[in-house]
């Protein structure tokens, strides 16, 4: 079994340490650089270009982030590249330009977005490119469409599941990703206590990150129920586990 532990060793800033889009914006070299700097582990989101090249946004439609109509699968890289991150100079990195930034410097979670009809590959590009990368890196998804193709067309980077909820239709459906191979869970820590949660950790020895901490009470969930935080909107101590 592949030695996960760095995964829990250190908070992991969501979308790269940004300032919550005041200058700093999320998922930016900027805000990955940021994040270097502190020593924190990195979360950042890729969705596919027009052209097949993994680029690092969260949302699919470029309106929120670039003030530009339209959805990232209807352009390609070059055009991605020549867009803006909330009028700053950052423009939407690809997923090669992030890691080259990084490069191995701290540990990186790669959440695969998926957009149906319009993801085709996207796994399929994003292992290429981390098979070739020598740092710590997972990938991750809510998407179960995208979670079954982790073996196949990632293999051997840990895949883990993006989940919320408490119902028990929800709960089941993430049982049922237990299938697939999956190595940990990033959960909602707002859904924390939850069956699910208690299993994997407790029966599997899983690893669970929390997902978004932006206060103390969250904080204290996250370390009672769950073993390291996705954080934002504040500076913790990036030695600070429990």
């Not at 340490?17 to 989101?45: M, P, Q, V």
């Not at 700053?88 to 695969?112: A, N, Y």
């Amino acid at each position: 079994m592949t030695d996960i532990s760095w995964l829990t060793a250190r908070p992991i800033a969501h979308r790269g340490f940004h300032d919550l889009n005041n200058k700093r914006w999320e998922n930016t070299l900027s805000a990955f650089s940021a994040a270097i700097e502190r020593g924190y582990a990195i979360e950042c989101d890729v969705h596919l270009s027009a052209d097949g090249v993994p680029i690092v946004i969260h949302d699919d439609d470029l309106r929120r982030l670039t003030g530009t109509e339209g959805f990232v699968w209807q352009r390609t890289a070059a055009e991605m590249a020549q867009l803006r991150i909330g009028g700053t100079g950052d423009h939407p990195p690809t997923l090669k330009e992030m890691l080259d930034l990084v490069d191995g410097r701290v540990p990186l979670v790669v959440e695969i977005k998926g957009v149906p009809g319009h993801d085709a590959g996207l796994v399929k590009a994003v292992g290429r490119l981390l098979k070739r990368y020598d740092g710590q890196v997972a990938i991750m998804s809510f998407d179960h469409w995208l979670i079954r193709e982790f073996s196949t067309e990632a293999p051997g980077i840990p895949g883990g599941l993006t989940a919320y909820g408490t119902g028990n239709h929800e709960i089941e459906a993430h049982f049922a990703m237990l299938a697939h191979g999956i190595a940990f869970t990033s959960y909602a820590a707002g859904d924390l206590p939850n069956r699910f949660v208690s299993f994997v950790r407790g029966k599997l020895a899983m690893p669970v990150i929390t997902w978004t901490i932006r206060d103390q009470p969250a904080i204290d969930l996250t370390f009672k129920y769950a073993d390291q935080m996705t954080f934002e909107g504040f500076e913790p101590d990036p030695v600070r586990i429990a």
